[in-house]
């Protein structure tokens, strides 16, 4: 069992930047790659960027050149930094680890509100 937490969230002007964390616990050697996905309501969750335990990273071309994800193995933690953001950032925020299976354990969200 993993457990998932995002923190990070909050209200930045556009043009700004912010970082979001992932913490996990549990049986943390089992997570092959961790995710985060965003969600606009009334749209699909969108994957945002991955990394997987070896560190091979991964972007979605909405975020390319913006984003940077890290992991930092002592504190079981991976973390998603955004800079200038935009509008249409705005989404819920979620982590999400996969394990040997494929079972994806999830976070409860984070919100980023983006304000031009």
């Known amino acids: 069992q993993v457990h998932v937490v995002e923190s990070g969230g909050g209200l930045v002007q556009a043009g700004g930047s912010l970082r979001l964390s992932c913490a996990a616990s549990?049986?943390?050697?089992?997570?092959?790659?961790t995710r985060w996905y965003r969600q606009v309501p009334g749209k699909q969750r969108e994957l945002v960027a991955g990394i997987s335990s070896g560190g091979i990273t991964n972007y979605a071309d909405s975020v390319k050149g913006r984003a940077t994800i890290s992991r930092d193995n002592a504190k079981n933690t991976v973390y998603l930094e955004m800079n200038s953001l935009e509008p249409e950032d705005t989404a819920v925020y979620y982590c999400a680890s996969f394990d040997r299976r494929a079972y994806a354990y999830w976070g409860q969200g984070t919100q980023v509100t983006v304000a031009s």
């Open positions: 549990g049986n943390i050697f089992s997570i092959l790659v």
